[in-house]
């Protein structure tokens, strides 16, 4: 995969524009949020590998493709994260799930960790990190981190809104992590706010501010 891939695709965009106004509701917010995520899981899996299988139609024996290799893993990035996670296992329902438990210091901008739950092998299995906002990247590169000590190699980070602070500083750290987002917006406030961006995604989803 590219090493930044920006998901152009009528509909996502479409979505996203509804997402970002900020008289939409919360329900409405989370509805759009998981129906793109359907659209980014397409994306971010368009290179699976596959294997032959054979198999029997009504009408006749035939070689069809199935999925290849040990199941893939999501992560999300708690909490925000979840909004994309569960369009994603819609799609890939045999899939396994890590949970990273992160926020962001206010003041600080630091992402402090306060859970963390993965399948135990993570070493031979694809590892799609999901959590919508991409800012200063000090989330997604800790989360990333944390997935590598515990042997995840390959490793694919997918969001919906990226700062290109964010995307610069992510795809410096880790360089072999392609990122997947819906767009690359202008620039981080002096709060560590995506600009134009949507707000805070987590607040949005949840309607806690
Ligand atoms: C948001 C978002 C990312 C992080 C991005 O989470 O979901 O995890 O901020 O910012 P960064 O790139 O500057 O690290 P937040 O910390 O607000 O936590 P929440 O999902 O629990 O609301
Ligand atoms: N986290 C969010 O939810 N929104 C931003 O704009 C930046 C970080």
Same mark, same amino acid.
């Given at each position: 995969?590219d090493?930044?891939?920006?998901?152009?695709?009528?509909?996502?965009q479409? /979505?996203?524009?509804?997402?970002? /106004? /900020?008289?939409?509701?919360? !329900?409405? %917010?989370?509805?759009?949020?998981?129906?793109?995520s359907?659209?980014? #899981?397409? @994306?971010?899996?368009?290179?699976?590998?596959?294997?032959?299988?054979?198999?029997?139609?009504?009408?006749?024996?035939?070689?069809?493709?199935?999925? @290849? *290799?040990?199941?893939?893993? %999501?992560?999300?990035?708690?909490?925000?994260?979840?909004?994309?996670?569960?369009?994603?296992?819609?799609?890939?329902? =045999? +899939?396994?799930?890590?949970?990273?438990?992160?926020?962001?210091?206010? @003041?600080?901008?630091?992402?402090?960790?306060? &859970? %963390?739950?993965?399948?135990?092998?993570?070493?031979?299995?694809?590892?799609?990190?999901?959590?919508?906002?991409?800012?200063?990247?000090? =989330? !997604?590169? !800790?989360?990333?981190?944390?997935?590598? @000590?515990?042997?995840?190699?390959?490793?694919?980070?997918? #969001?919906?809104?990226?700062?290109?602070?964010?995307?610069?500083? %992510?795809?410096?750290?880790?360089?072999?992590?392609?990122?997947?987002? +819906?767009?690359?917006?202008?620039?981080?406030?002096?709060?560590? &706010?995506?600009?134009?961006?949507?707000?805070? +995604? *987590?607040?949005?989803?949840?309607?806690?501010?």
């Amino acid at each position: 995969m590219d090493s930044v891939t920006v998901v152009n695709h009528p509909l996502v965009q479409h /979505k996203l524009t509804f997402m970002r /106004k /900020k008289e939409t509701s919360t !329900a409405g %917010f989370r509805r759009l949020l998981r129906e793109i995520s359907l659209l980014l #899981c397409y @994306e971010v899996t368009r290179e699976l590998p596959t294997t032959m299988e054979t198999i029997e139609t009504p009408l006749a024996e035939m070689q069809s493709p199935v999925l @290849e *290799g040990k199941k893939l893993v %999501f992560a999300s990035v708690l909490r925000a994260g979840n909004g994309l996670l569960d369009g994603m296992l819609d799609l890939v329902p =045999s +899939a396994r799930v890590a949970h990273i438990g992160l926020y962001r210091d206010h @003041e600080t901008l630091e992402p402090v960790e306060y &859970y %963390f739950k993965a399948p135990e092998d993570l070493s031979d299995r694809l590892t799609i990190v999901v959590d919508p906002m991409l800012a200063t990247a000090n =989330s !997604a590169i !800790a989360a990333v981190h944390k997935l590598k @000590e515990r042997g995840a190699k390959d490793i694919r980070f997918v #969001c919906l809104l990226a700062a290109p602070e964010g995307v610069e500083k %992510f795809t410096r750290a880790h360089p072999d992590v392609p990122v997947v987002t +819906a767009a690359i917006d202008k620039k981080l406030n002096e709060k560590g &706010y995506i600009v134009p961006g949507l707000g805070d +995604a *987590g607040d949005r989803m949840y309607g806690t501010k």
